[in-house]
């Protein structure tokens, strides 16, 4: 026995977390990260197509889509399930936030509490769709978790003496941290006016926002590095790879696929509690499947399993969502005033979704691991070519 | 190499080498009360389709015993519901005189059952020591995985040399020896091998088999399906003939070998 195979066993059972523990990365490449993004903006070309705060604000919504996809990623990247149904739990997640703390529902608990509320109700509302479900296998799972995207956003439409149907929830109470009756100190004086330490979280100033997504992402970051290096990570790595293999491994299978749903649930009813708490209004439209799809491409592209991978992922798909496609008419508007030829006049955000297409089907023709790719996501794509490399090798030898 | 490959609780006999372990049909049957494997009257089906007619049979304590018969006669089945992978219908399964017949496949792991399934199923993306770290997923004793780790290797040198190249780059041979590798690596009792001769040449077979026979004289028991009966009749000691979901003859190997009918159907002499 090695020392190096010894090393690797202890990581399979999970008892070495400090030998390659990502907590540190994560927490130092979230600071960097975050300390960065608004000076970028300060600087030509981003100057100029907005303020400053109106960029910040951008990055706290984009938040959202971060942690719905680092979710997501343990569902489909993890542990292998099809789940196209994601936004259901990230309504689910809002509207506890909205019965949590709004005057329609009477409630007003902190918002801190109900990030955690939000995540277990979603996780419950995971476990409640898969135990039935989860024997099914690939396409199957899908529809039926596509279903489930679909139903849940109608339940809440026609359900409307509790939810106020299409009108949706409004007036949420937005978050504070004098809520959480902390003594914080007046740093005002000393550190930029961020307003966070006065706890004034509100629509005109989104940073308290932006750094409170910060945090919270790189929580749920760190979590997902230890799940995806335990043993229960190796357990759902083994179900993705081949689950009749996985069970005679002595993995429960059903359990551990519907963990992973749980999990992914949770998180995704996480962003759900933020988002409703920063827009302050909960509407079933907004829970539509354009919102599953958007986080599976946003996985799919930043490279499924790599929980970096699929943040950047998610961030750029969004800020060229919010943000690209705007320029882009712009841009074109400067230089061909008279529209393009053939096309004439485009306006590229009403082709959002042609565009997305498009650019799926370029990467998977390009670069099928995504953009950020995990180590082991390249080798499977790559595999046949290894395996003719080393037939060649064979025969030559 | 010294040590033997026995199950977790008892301890196997001990000092067996490869070179010598060939020589004989395995020492250590028992001749104890309780099988360690008993069926009886398995009926198994696939939806409408009925893949076993009430099997009955019976591994004792340190045997080979080999299952044959042809495509389609329920052998992978049988396996599959030993393994807790399907239940059957009706009947009874015992390991060691408890009724297992219901217990789900990842239970049945931590109680002694390996199985090396049809097809290898190998995990193709993982590394050859990742696929066998997998195979020790159920165990908590650290230590003497580390050593099974090299038992393993013992047995398969192939397998070190490529501990850290991916299991799909394997040969049918290295993979089939991954296969049964993993399989070992939970420390099974009772070690169920579908068809481990499946696609390979004559020369590998020869190897495989005759690490089978390394394997049951470090102590664990071997219940093998396949279709080599030639093969599977020299290192087992007993064999049942399985014919559409049914057991038809029952044996010793030498019985089986030497039958005329056993001859025509699946020896080809």
């Not at chain 1, 303020?51 to 990055?59: E, I, L, P, R």
């Not at chain 1, 719905?68 to 196209?84: C, E, K, S, T, W």
């Not at chain 2, 495509?71 to 992978?85: F, H, W």
Request: proline share 4%; hydrophobic share 45%.
């Amino acid at each position: 026995m090695t020392a190096a195979a010894r090393a690797s066993w202890a990581r399979f059972r999970g008892g070495h977390f400090f030998g390659r523990h990502q907590s540190f990365s994560v927490v130092v490449g979230m600071a960097i990260v975050t300390a960065i993004l608004p000076f970028i903006v300060l600087a030509p070309p981003f100057s100029g197509f907005g303020t400053q705060t109106d960029f910040v604000d951008g990055f706290s919504q984009a938040g959202v889509w971060v942690l719905l996809a680092i979710g997501l990623n343990v569902v489909v990247g993890l542990a292998g399930l099809l789940d196209l149904g994601y936004a259901a739990f990230f309504a689910i997640g809002a509207y506890t936030y909205a019965y949590g703390a709004s005057p329609y529902s009477g409630n007003h608990v902190a918002f801190w509490v109900m990030l955690l509320v939000g995540a277990a109700v979603a996780a419950m509302a995971g476990l409640l769709l898969g135990a039935p479900t989860l024997r099914l296998r690939g396409d199957y799972l899908a529809i039926v978790t596509l279903g489930f995207g679909e139903i849940v956003p109608v339940v809440f439409t026609n359900s409307d003496q509790y939810t106020n149907g299409t009108n949706g929830i409004t007036a949420l109470y937005q978050p504070s941290l004098i809520n959480l009756s902390l003594p914080i100190p007046n740093l005002s004086g000393i550190l930029p006016n961020l307003g966070l330490f006065q706890g004034s979280y509100g629509f005109g100033n989104p940073w308290p926002y932006y750094i409170s997504v910060a945090a919270i992402i790189s929580v749920v970051m760190i979590l997902a590095y230890r799940l995806q290096d335990s043993r229960l990570g190796r357990a759902w790595m083994a179900i993705r790879e081949d689950e009749l293999a996985a069970a005679s491994m002595g993995i429960n299978t059903v359990t551990t696929k519907l963990l992973a749903f749980a999990i992914g649930a949770s998180t995704s009813g996480l962003a759900g509690v933020y988002l409703s708490s920063k827009l302050s209004i909960v509407s079933p439209t907004q829970f539509g499947f354009t919102v599953s799809f958007t986080v599976l491409a946003m996985v799919v592209l930043g490279g499924m399993g790599n929980i970096w991978g699929v943040a950047a992922g998610a961030f750029v798909v969004y800020e060229i969502q919010s943000q690209g496609l705007k320029q882009l008419n712009v841009f074109v508007g400067q230089y061909f005033p008279n529209g393009l030829p053939i096309f004439g006049h485009v306006d590229f955000l009403t082709y959002q979704y042609l565009l997305y297409g498009l650019a799926l089907v370029g990467m998977m023709l390009l670069r099928p691991e995504g953009l950020f790719p995990s180590r082991r996501r390249r080798q499977e794509l790559h595999d046949v070519e290894d395996a003719d490399a080393a037939n060649v090798e064979l025969v030559e030898a | 190499m010294n040590i033997p490959f026995g199950p977790r609780s008892a301890a196997g006999p001990t000092g067996v080498t490869t070179a010598d372990a060939t020589a004989a049909l395995p020492s250590g049957v028992s001749s104890g009360t309780t099988p360690l494997l008993k069926l009886t009257e398995v009926v198994a089906s696939y939806g409408a389709i009925q893949a076993l007619r009430g099997v009955s049979l019976e591994v004792r304590h340190g045997e080979i015993v080999t299952m044959l018969g042809s495509n389609g006669a329920g052998k992978s089945t049988t396996l599959r519901t030993i393994s807790g992978l399907m239940h059957p219908r009706s009947g009874r399964i015992e390991l060691d005189g408890h009724d297992i017949t219901e217990v789900p496949a990842h239970k049945l792991v931590r109680q002694g059952i390996g199985h090396a399934p049809e097809g290898r199923h190998i995990f193709n993306r993982l590394t050859v020591l990742e696929n066998l770290q997998m195979g020790a997923y159920s165990r908590r004793d650290r230590s003497a995985v580390n050593a099974d780790f090299d038992r393993v290797f013992g047995l398969f040198p192939r397998l070190r040399e490529r501990r850290d190249q991916s299991a799909g780059t394997l040969s049918g041979g290295e993979q089939q020896m991954l296969a049964i590798g993993r399989a070992l690596m939970a420390r099974p009792k009772l070690l169920l091998l579908d068809e481990p001769s499946m696609g390979l040449s004559p020369v590998l077979v020869e190897q495989i088999f005759s690490i089978i026979r390394d394997i049951n004289s470090q102590g664990t028991t071997i219940l093998l399906v396949e279709q080599n009966a030639q093969m599977a009749l020299q290192v087992a000691s007993r064999g049942y003939i399985l014919q559409t979901g049914q057991i038809v003859l029952a044996d010793s190997a030498e019985a089986l070998a030497g039958n005329e009918e056993v001859k025509k159907a699946y020896l080809g002499t």
